[in-house]
């Protein structure tokens, strides 16, 4: 069992602060956290926006988290919305097509021109 220290957000947890989501630091798949009759008591309450640190397993199917630590109470409380519109190829910018670039190309001085 690989574990190491991860820090992240949590996207969304059960009423009972049961359960919870979070996205990690490092950008990779999410982790789940269930807690243990031991936990459910311990007087940690995890909301969506709720930056925390944690033990991550990573050797399960799954990410696993434990023993949550929050760091920063709703420290970003619209993040689940603005990764949920990020999946919506009508929310946001419009396609990119081969052969475009968006945007504004800037040159360095002294850069040589391509």
């Known amino acids: 069992m690989l ?3 991860m820090c992240g957000v949590v996207l969304w947890s059960s009423d009972d602060d049961a359960q919870a989501v979070i996205w990690c630091e490092d950008h990779g798949n999410l982790a789940f956290y269930t807690a243990q009759e031991t936990d459910m008591h311990a007087g940690l309450a995890l ?7 944690f033990e991550l397993d990573d050797a399960a ?3 696993l988290a434990h023993n949550p ?3 920063v109470e709703d420290h970003a409380p619209n993040l689940a919305q603005g990764l949920r519109g ?8 419009p396609p990119v097509t081969a052969g475009t670039a968006p945007g504004k190309i800037v040159r360095f001085p002294g850069a040589a021109a391509a």
């Open 86 to 93: 990020c999946s919506d190829p009508d929310a946001g910018a």
């Open 69 to 71: 630590r929050l760091l």
């Open 61 to 63: 199917e799954h990410r």
């Open 3 to 5: 574990v190491e220290r």
């Open 47 to 53: 909301d969506a926006g709720d930056l925390i640190d």
